[in-house]
C-alpha cells in the first residue's frame, strides 16, 4: 500500500570551516549515488508523492485537458537547407521523441535518422549538423536520460550509417572541414556523473573513416594559449573560411578568442592569433568568409556588434554597427552579405539584418513574443527562423533575403486553443532597493483580483538567460481553472544585458531571490493571490 509518509533520510553531519564560518552539511553522504542507503531512500520519496499526487482531486481531468492541448502538437527542433536538400527535426503529434528528416528538390520527405531504430533504440537526438554540402549529417545520439551523446555520421542520399563513433561528445561538432571530410569536436575523458568529467577535455580533429586516433587539436601539456584545467578549448571551423577559431570557455559567458589558417588544423603545428581576452567581454563570434562578427558587452551593457577581418582581426579597428535604441544584443548569426542580429526590446524579441557597411534595419516579425532560434548557412542570405509567443505555439518560417516571412506548414496550434479567452499584463514590481522588477502575468480575461486565486510565479535568474513569452500548454487548464501563471524577470537573468546578470550573480546573488520574493510581496498587494495560494517554482542556478 502506497504511504504519503516517506523514508526519514540519515543524517551523518559533515562541518566544513570556510576561513573561520563554519558551515554544517547533515546530508553529504547523498553525493554518493552509489552508497547502498541512496536508491531505498529516493524510492521511498518517490512513492509518497505520487501517492499525494494521485490524491488531488481533480488531477484526472486537469491532465487530460493538458494532453489535448499537446498531444496534437507538432514542434520543430530545427531546420536547415544545404543545396536542394531541407533537413528538418521535428516530433510528430503524439510521438515522445524527435526524429530527423530529409526531403531534396521535388522529392517526398523521408526519415533520415529514427533513433529509436539505431544501437538498440531508446535514444533521443541530441544535436546535428550537415557538412557544407549537404551529403553528411553528423548526429549526436544518447540514451534516453543520460545526456552523453555518441558522435554517428549518416550519409544523406542512401540513409546509411557510417562505421564512425565517438562518445562523450556532449557539446557536439563545432564545424565540418573546407573539403567536407571531417570536423571538429570536443570530448571528455573523466568518469561521467562526477566532477572530473568535465577536467582536461580533449579537442580533436577526426576524418571520416581514418583508422588512425583522431588528431589531438590543443596538447594540454604544452597549450598554445593560456587553459586551464577546468576551461573548454572549442576549435570551430566554417567551410566557407579561411580562418577556423578557438573559444577558450567556461562557465562565463565570456569568452577568449583565437585564430589560425583552417589549413593548419591537421599538420600538428598549429599557431594561434589572439582576438579577444576575456576582459574584452566577448560573448558571441560568427564567420563567414573573411567577416568575424563578434557580439562584445565592453562599454555597453546591452551588447555592441563588431565586425573585423577574420585573417586580420583588430578589435581597436573594428567596425561598430548601430542597433537603432541600443537593445540589448542576445546573437548574431552571419549571413552571406552580413548577419542577422537578435534583440531583447521590451520584453519580447527583435530581429535585425545587418550588412556589411553596417547599415541595420529591422526585420518585422510575424509573432509578437520570441525568437526560439534562427538557423541559416553562411553563404546565404536566407533562413529559418522559429518565433513563438504566449499563447502561440512556436512554429519555424523561413525568411527570405528580402526579409518577408513564409509559414512552413509544419506547425498548427491545437484545435482547442483560443488565444481570445486569455490576458497578459505587463507589470513591475519595486525591489527592497528600489529597483524596478518587471513581471508578466497570464490569467483568464476577467479575472477578479480578490486575494484567493491560486497563482505559480516563476524565476530563473542565472547565466543571463532570459524569460521572454513561451506557450506552455500545461498554463492553459491551470489558467482555466481561474489560475495566475507569473513570470518574474529577476536580476541575474540577461533582460537588462550584461549589468542586470551581474547583478545577480556572485557577491549580489541574493538579488535573485530576493526580487521574486518582492514580486510575489506584490502580487500579495495587487490581490491577484495571497500567501496560502501562491507557489513559486525556482530550478538550477535559480536557487
Same mark, same amino acid.
Request: glycine share 10%; aromatic share 8%.
Given at each position: ?19 573561520? #564560518? ?18 531505498? %531512500? ?35 527542433? +530545427? ?27 521535388? $522529392? ?18 541530441? %544535436? ?63 568518469? +561521467? ?33 593560456? !587553459? ?38 591537421? #599538420? ?67 549571413? +552571406? ?5 537578435? #534583440? ?155 549589468? %542586470? ?20 510581496? $506584490?502580487?500579495?498587494?495587487?490581490? !491577484?493571490?495571497?500567501? +496560502? ?11
Amino acid at each position: 500500500m502506497a504511504s504519503d509518509r516517506p523514508n526519514p533520510a540519515p543524517v551523518e553531519a559533515v562541518t566544513d570551516d570556510y576561513y573561520g #564560518t563554519k558551515v554544517l552539511d547533515p546530508y553529504r553522504w547523498m553525493e554518493n549515488d552509489k552508497d547502498p542507503r541512496w536508491m531505498p %531512500w529516493l524510492r521511498s520519496q518517490a512513492t509518497a508523492a505520487r501517492h499525494t499526487l494521485d490524491a488531488i482531486p481533480a488531477r484526472e481531468r486537469f491532465l487530460k485537458s493538458a494532453k489535448a492541448l499537446t498531444g496534437d502538437l507538432v514542434t520543430v527542433q +530545427k531546420v536547415v537547407a544545404v543545396g536542394q536538400t531541407q533537413f528538418t527535426q521535428r516530433r510528430k503529434a503524439g510521438a515522445e521523441d524527435s526524429m530527423l528528416f530529409a526531403r531534396t528538390g521535388a $522529392a517526398p520527405e523521408r526519415i533520415l535518422v529514427d533513433p529509436a531504430k539505431i544501437a538498440g533504440g531508446d535514444q533521443v537526438i541530441d %544535436w546535428w549538423q550537415t557538412s557544407s554540402d549537404g551529403r553528411y549529417v553528423a548526429v549526436g545520439l544518447s540514451k534516453r536520460g543520460s545526456e552523453a551523446s555518441v558522435v554517428h555520421v549518416v550519409e544523406t542520399a542512401s540513409g546509411h550509417l557510417l562505421p564512425d563513433r565517438i562518445p562523450n561528445t556532449d557539446f557536439g561538432i563545432f564545424g565540418w572541414l573546407p573539403d567536407n571530410t571531417g570536423f571538429t569536436y570536443l570530448t571528455f575523458v573523466g568518469e +561521467k556523473g562526477t566532477p572530473s568529467y568535465f577536467i582536461n577535455s580533449e579537442a580533436r580533429l577526426h576524418l571520416l573513416g581514418a583508422s588512425a586516433p583522431d588528431r589531438l587539436l590543443i596538447d594540454r601539456a604544452k597549450p598554445p594559449v593560456p !587553459l586551464s584545467a577546468e576551461q573548454f578549448a572549442i576549435v570551430m571551423a566554417q567551410p566557407d573560411s579561411r580562418s577556423a577559431m578557438l573559444a577558450v570557455a567556461d562557465g562565463r559567458l565570456e569568452q577568449a578568442l583565437y585564430r589560425t589558417d583552417i589549413g593548419t588544423l591537421g #599538420t600538428g603545428s598549429v599557431a594561434w592569433t589572439r582576438i579577444s581576452d576575456f576582459d574584452d567581454l566577448v560573448v558571441g563570434a560568427k564567420l563567414s568568409g573573411d567577416n568575424l562578427w563578434l557580439l562584445s558587452r565592453k562599454g555597453n551593457s546591452n551588447g555592441s556588434v563588431l565586425l573585423t577581418s577574420a585573417s586580420k582581426p583588430n578589435l581597436a579597428t573594428a567596425r561598430h554597427v548601430i542597433i537603432p535604441g541600443n537593445p540589448v544584443i542576445e546573437s548574431i548569426s552571419a549571413t +552571406k552579405s552580413g548577419a542577422l542580429v537578435q #534583440t531583447i526590446e521590451g520584453g519580447q524579441s527583435g530581429l535585425w539584418r545587418v550588412g556589411i557597411s553596417g547599415a541595420a534595419t529591422r526585420v518585422a516579425l510575424p509573432v509578437a513574443g520570441t525568437v526560439l532560434w534562427i538557423e541559416n548557412e553562411p553563404t546565404s542570405d536566407t533562413a529559418y527562423v522559429s518565433l513563438g509567443g504566449w499563447f502561440t505555439p512556436a512554429r519555424p518560417y523561413k525568411l527570405s533575403a528580402d526579409n518577408n516571412f513564409q509559414d512552413m506548414g509544419l506547425v498548427e496550434a491545437p484545435r482547442r486553443l483560443d488565444p481570445s479567452r486569455y490576458e497578459v499584463r505587463t507589470l513591475t514590481a519595486t525591489a527592497r532597493d528600489g529597483t524596478k522588477i518587471p513581471y508578466t502575468a497570464l490569467m483568464r480575461k476577467g479575472l477578479t483580483a480578490n486575494g484567493r486565486n491560486p497563482l505559480l510565479i516563476e524565476a530563473y535568474g542565472s547565466y543571463g538567460l532570459s524569460l521572454t513569452p513561451a506557450y506552455r500548454s500545461q498554463m492553459i487548464p491551470f489558467l482555466d481553472l481561474g489560475g495566475v501563471y507569473v513570470t518574474a524577470n529577476v536580476r541575474g537573468g540577461g533582460e537588462f544585458g550584461r549589468s %542586470w546578470h551581474y547583478a545577480g550573480k556572485a557577491e549580489t546573488k541574493a538579488n535573485t531571490w530576493r526580487d521574486a520574493i518582492d514580486v510575489a510581496e $506584490a502580487l500579495v498587494k495587487t490581490k !491577484l493571490t495571497s500567501p +496560502k495560494h501562491m507557489t513559486i517554482i525556482g530550478t538550477s542556478g535559480a536557487a
